[in-house]
């Protein structure tokens, strides 16, 4: 583990300091390792040399993969970062003055409000109601042709009317006995085929504007 290895004492082996470059630790390892191998006569070569030697190897090996990691040898300082300058707005004196015939801008906010005002007196005006020469409107005119031949009036039942026109009117019954004709609640009563009687009911109302026929009434 890189945790584990003593990089102090490789430094101290290499006679280097951690923030020494890269190929300045390179050239002080194999002078170190020149120094510690056997040199091919490993018979009677000292075994605390040969451990020094494969002690060595594996400091270096844990240095250069720590390079690799973090661009560094270990124990170095970091590369110091670029710091980007910050840009600083000019002192309001070392502005450059605007030239003496520049014409300040308009500020036509106030305008806003008066066009919107114009626009609803326009609106308004021609939706509003022309007076005509006499002193009336253009509306009460129109609805004043309007005669009461042009609106409908709905059937209603009469006295006398046969069962062919209060079936018409009204549809067909819910019930019938004989001369009576159910509708709900309210009813209708024939005699001889005419229209005699009839109760229209709150609760389902005939085509009529009074509850019982005058006719029938005592």
């Known amino acids: 583990m890189v945790n ?10 290499l006679r280097v300091s951690p923030d020494c470059g890269l190929q300045e630790f390179k050239q002080a390892y194999r ?30 090996e844990a240095a250069m993969e720590f390079q690799r990691l973090h661009g560094r040898l270990p124990g ?18 070392a502005s450059s003055p605007a030239p003496s015939n520049a014409r300040p801008r308009p500020n ?7 066009a919107l005002v114009a626009i609803g007196i326009l609106f308004w005006g021609v939706s509003a109601v022309v007076p005509q020469p006499d002193g009336t409107a253009d509306n009460a005119t129109n609805d004043n042709d309007a005669g009461p031949a042009d609106v409908s009036v709905a059937p209603m039942l009469a006295v006398g009317m046969s069962k062919e026109n209060v079936r018409a009117i009204e549809g067909d019954p819910v019930a019938m006995h004989d001369d009576l004709w159910e509708y709900g609640p309210s009813w209708v009563r024939f005699d001889h085929g005419s229209l005699v009687d009839w109760y229209s009911s709150p609760l389902h109302a005939l085509k009529t504007t009074r509850t019982r026929p005058s006719a029938a009434r005592n």
């Open 31 to 60: 002078r170190q390792v020149s120094t510690l191998h056997p040199d091919g006569k490993p018979q009677g070569y000292p075994r605390t040399r040969i451990q020094r030697l494969q002690q060595l190897n594996a400091q270096y």
């Open 108 to 114: 036509l906010k106030w305008l806003i409000p008066i």
């Open 76 to 93: 170095a300082a970091p590369p110091a970062r670029a710091v980007t300058p910050r840009r600083e707005n000019p002192p309001p004196h």
């Open 4 to 13: 584990e290895i003593d990089f102090l004492d490789l430094y101290r082996q």
